[in-house]
C-alpha cells in the first residue's frame, strides 16, 4: 500500500508528498495522509520520526524530527510538521528527499512516506519581471 501527502489546505494542483523550505523562515505545514484508496491513515498514538537526508551522501541524515509535538499525527490522517528557522537555515540548499517513520509501542520505526523537500531562497523580482509588467500596460 502507497502512502501519499497532500498538503492541506489543498489546491487541486498542488504535488503530493512534496514541500518547500526558505532558509531562516519557520515552517508549519499540515498535510492529509492517504492510502491508494484514498482512504486516511490514522497514525494517532503512534510515535513519529522525520527525516531529510543529504542530496550528495547517501543516507546521510541531515535533519531528524522525533519530537510529537513538532511531528504529530492527528485524527482524520493529518499529520502536522513543525521546523524552526535555525533548522530550515541549516538545510543544504536544493532538493531532498525525506522519510516520515512511526512506530507503535514497542515496535521498530517502519516508512510510511517518501517524498521530497526543496531548499530555496525566496525569489525576488528579477529585471525581466519588471519589464514585462512595464511593456503589458
Known sequence: MT???KRL???SRSRLSWFRVHPGKPLDVSFQLMD???TSVNWVGHEPRF??????VDQLVVLEITDPHRCEFKLG???RLRLTAEETDSLPR????????HRDTGSDFSVGLLGTVSCCE???TSDHNRI???LAR
Open 122 to 124: 525566496v525569489a525576488t
Open 51 to 56: 527525516r531529510i537526508y543529504s542530496q550528495f
Open 36 to 38: 491508494t484508496n484514498r
Open 3 to 5: 502512502i501519499r501527502a
Open 77 to 79: 490522517g493529518i499529520w
Open 94 to 101: 536544493g532538493g531532498m528527499r525525506f522519510t516520515l517513520e
Open 9 to 11: 489546505p489543498g489546491k
Open 132 to 134: 514585462s509588467n512595464l
